[in-house]
């Protein structure tokens, strides 16, 4: 069964600090590892997909990257508009159709 | 572009009671997904559907009934509500039939079950 394990459960940071949330997964060949934003009252939207380790991504202050174990998502010099949950899932290849959730990273940033 | 469209927004039902959750999609994807969202559980898969004509269960489908109307439309159908559903429920769409490339997700019904 594939599962999602995302750390920490929030973290708080200072505008400006930069930091990094983990995601580990344990999937049966994944077909894709899946990054989201969700703010309150929202439905996730999506920001990053990696396929395989080494991969990285970017999008702003925002960076992704892929170990065959685990994935990062490092934020750079954040500001208060960063705040949100963020949220990682996987698909793997015998999940078909089905992304599986972590319980999610709540970031707040302080002005 | 509208995406993913879920109606409606906010819902109370009372224990008994029968409601469908809609949802429509105007990306042309094949596949089309419920969740739903409880504090503390994350996102769980309650049903989907991987092209137009097929429905799958997924993670928590009991209780639930769905209908891939079209190509455009996937429903979510609750019998007989009970408190244990009370829950925010999403629908959410991708392109690719076989999977790894990413869901596109609606803002979410809100039902309350008393």
Same mark, same amino acid.
């Given at each position: 069964?594939?599962?999602?394990?995302?750390?920490?459960?929030?973290?708080?940071?200072?505008?400006?600090?930069?930091?990094?949330?983990?995601?580990?997964?344990?999937?049966?060949?994944?077909?894709?590892? &899946?990054?989201?934003?969700?703010?309150?009252?929202?439905?996730?939207? &999506?920001?990053? $997909?990696?396929?395989?380790?080494?991969?990285?991504?970017?999008?702003?202050?925002?960076?992704? $990257?892929? $170990?065959?174990?685990?994935?990062?998502?490092?934020?750079?010099?954040?500001?208060?508009?960063?705040?949100?949950?963020?949220?990682?899932?996987?698909?793997?290849?015998?999940?078909?159709?089905?992304?599986?959730?972590?319980?999610?990273?709540?970031? $707040?940033?302080?002005? | 572009?509208? #995406?993913?469209?879920?109606?409606?927004?906010?819902?109370?039902?009372?224990? #008994?009671?029968?409601?469908? @959750?809609?949802?429509?999609? !105007?990306?042309?994807?094949? =596949?089309?997904?419920?969740?739903?969202? !409880?504090? #503390?559980? %994350?996102? *769980?898969?309650?049903?989907? =559907?991987? =092209?137009? %004509?097929?429905? !799958?269960? #997924?993670?928590?489908?009991?209780?639930?009934?769905?209908? *891939?109307?079209?190509? *455009?439309?996937?429903? @979510? *159908?609750?019998?007989?509500?009970?408190?244990?559903?009370?829950?925010?429920?999403?629908?959410? =769409?991708?392109?690719?039939?076989?999977?790894?490339?990413?869901?596109?997700?609606?803002?979410?019904?809100?039902?309350?079950?008393?």
């Amino acid at each position: 069964e594939d599962q999602v394990t995302q750390s920490p459960e929030a973290l708080r940071l200072q505008e400006g600090e930069s930091s990094s949330l983990n995601c580990s997964y344990t999937v049966s060949g994944l077909r894709g590892l &899946f990054w989201y934003r969700q703010d309150p009252g929202k439905g996730p939207e &999506f920001l990053f $997909t990696l396929y395989s380790a080494g991969e990285e991504k970017e999008k702003e202050r925002l960076k992704a $990257t892929l $170990t065959k174990k685990e994935s990062f998502l490092h934020i750079t010099a954040p500001k208060p508009e960063d705040s949100a949950t963020y949220l990682c899932a996987s698909r793997g290849g015998t999940s078909y159709g089905k992304l599986t959730f972590g319980q999610g990273t709540i970031l $707040t940033v302080h002005p | 572009n509208a #995406g993913v469209t879920q109606t409606p927004k906010f819902q109370v039902l009372k224990t #008994g009671q029968s409601m469908t @959750l809609q949802c429509a999609q !105007d990306m042309n994807h094949n =596949s089309m997904y419920w969740y739903r969202q !409880d504090p #503390g559980m %994350g996102l *769980r898969l309650i049903y989907y =559907s991987a =092209s137009e %004509g097929t429905t !799958d269960k #997924g993670e928590v489908p009991n209780g639930y009934n769905v209908s *891939r109307l079209n190509k *455009r439309e996937f429903s @979510l *159908r609750l019998e007989s509500a009970a408190p244990s559903q009370t829950s925010v429920y999403f629908c959410a =769409s991708s392109p690719a039939r076989t999977g790894g490339t990413e869901a596109f997700f609606g803002q979410g019904t809100r039902l309350t079950v008393v």
